[in-house]
């Protein structure tokens, strides 16, 4: 599965984004979709995930209460919401997938196969 993550930008903080994570070549049917982000100089980390059958969602406790997480089946797309945007949420965001994770494993990026190429996020103080 190839995976397109787009919608990043520069925003004031307080402010909102939306990201958009498309999958083309298969069905998201049965995959865990994850968003992680990765600030210069620190390790890619877990941000949120979404288990596309089921709906079943969890977040890191940095973004839990500003970020939602959401699928569109149909449009094989899922979403990153992000509100109340704070300066350290400066990363590249990137989404992931795949279909075999056990529930120690959805926050580890290295345990993805398939990965989009990152969209920069930029909060400004």
């Known amino acids: 599965v190839q995976l397109q993550a787009y919608g990043g930008g520069l925003v004031q903080a307080g402010g909102s984004l939306r990201l958009s994570c498309a999958a083309s070549g298969r069905t998201f049917s049965g995959y865990i979709v994850g968003w992680f982000r990765q600030a210069p100089g620190k390790e890619r980390t877990f941000v949120a995930r979404?288990?596309?059958?089921?709906?079943?969602?969890s977040y890191a406790g940095s973004v839990k209460g500003r970020f939602g997480i959401s699928r569109d089946n149909a449009k094989n797309t899922v979403y990153l919401q992000m509100n109340g945007l704070k300066p350290e949420d400066t990363a590249v965001y990137y989404c992931?997938?795949?279909?075999?994770?056990?529930?120690?494993?959805?926050?580890?990026?290295?345990?993805?196969?398939?990965w989009g190429q990152g969209t920069q996020v930029t909060v400004s103080s």
């Open positions: 992931a997938a795949d279909r075999n994770l056990i529930l120690s494993e959805y926050m580890n990026p290295d345990q993805y196969d398939y």
């Open positions: 979404i288990k596309m059958n089921g709906g079943s969602t």
